[in-house]
């Protein structure tokens, strides 16, 4: 019994040891409030995108709740405007995985609303499959989508100065590569449709998340808009919604154990969106609501100026 005893106190020691240095977060401190300021935040019907929508209402901003599924995106505004108290949350239809849908979203939006002060690009895909215009899933909504719909607000951002873009990659870009032949070839970056292409998929569109932020801060520069990347944190969230059900089951107990909480997983996103000071580090990438190195792939200039490129090609900018 004591032999048990102590084979549990360790894996409770262990579990708390890892948490608490490994997966738990840091919070934003910040106590910017936001009345008069306008946000948009990208999939905020759910996960951490609605946990850091909820915030950002809280602070007093309109925010604009950018998703694709409207019932749930109203249901969301609805829960956001009554635990907020704020009643300027509004549902907008946005489909990334759409380039038309994206459009339809950026002239609706500069018809109707005359600030934006913040653009959060949390939407995010893990799964298999193809756009509207047959672009990998994970390509086309995590990187593709959020670069065209950045690029068509982009002068509404800087009329509104000093604003923010902020967009949500993650610690597993180390594991990206982009092979433009491919893309080239078959509008994705991997050339499968198995479990791992759909894993390597994701990490690929992630790295392509902090090139893209890279490049952006040069275009930037001497503008009154910074634009910053981040990893938020091991979170359970809809994003495995795609993934095989075995999978979503292998993963389930694990996350329940480890994963962050929505509440602690959107505090690097806040801290990006509303920190003072950080002007100077627009283009860098953060993690724990600190500044972090990226990957060395991530800090290649050559590849996210062709990176972006490309990108204007294919969203139909050029």
């Known amino acids: ?55 950002l209402a809280k602070r007093g901003a309109r925010v604009i709740l950018a998703c694709r599924n409207k019932e749930r995106g109203e249901a969301a505004a609805y829960d956001i405007r009554r635990e907020s108290g704020n009643n300027q949350v509004v549902f907008m239809h946005l489909d990334l995985a759409s380039l038309k849908s994206v459009q339809s979203f950026a002239e609706t939006f500069l018809k109707t609303e005359p600030r934006l002060d913040i653009l959060i690009n949390n939407a995010g895909v893990m799964g298999l499959g193809c756009t509207e215009e047959g672009f990998g899933m994970a390509f086309g909504v995590n990187h593709l989508g959020h670069f065209l719909l950045t690029n068509l607000l982009l002068e509404r951002l800087k009329q509104c100065g000093p604003s923010r873009v902020v967009t949500v990659a993650a610690l597993l870009h180390h594991l990206g590569t982009i092979d433009f032949s491919l893309l080239n070839s078959q509008k994705d970056l991997v050339s499968g449709q198995s479990t791992w292409d759909s894993f390597q ?32 944190g091991v979170i359970y969230t809809e994003l495995g919604r795609s993934m095989s059900l075995w999978l979503q089951l292998l993963m389930m107990p694990f996350a329940k154990l480890f994963f962050l909480s929505l509440e602690e997983g959107s505090q690097t996103t806040l801290y990006c969106a509303l920190q003072e000071g950080i002007e100077p580090l627009s ?21 996210a100026k062709k990176l972006w490129e490309v990108s204007e090609r294919l969203s139909g900018l050029s």
């Open 1 to 55: 019994m004591s032999a048990l005893l102590c084979l549990i106190a360790g894996f409770v020691s262990l579990y708390v040891l890892v948490y608490y240095c490994v997966f738990r977060s840091a919070r934003c401190s910040s106590s910017v409030k936001l009345k008069g300021k306008t946000a948009i935040v990208t999939g905020s019907n759910t996960g951490i995108g609605k946990s850091t929508a909820l915030e």
């Open 201 to 232: 998929a994701y990490c690929n569109s992630k790295l392509c998340n902090v090139l893209f932020t890279r490049e952006l801060s040069n275009k930037l520069e001497g503008t009154s808009v910074s634009c910053y990347c981040l990893h938020p």
């Open 283 to 303: 283009g860098r990438y953060f993690s724990n609501c600190a500044l972090q190195q990226v990957g060395v792939k991530a800090r290649d200039d050559a590849l």
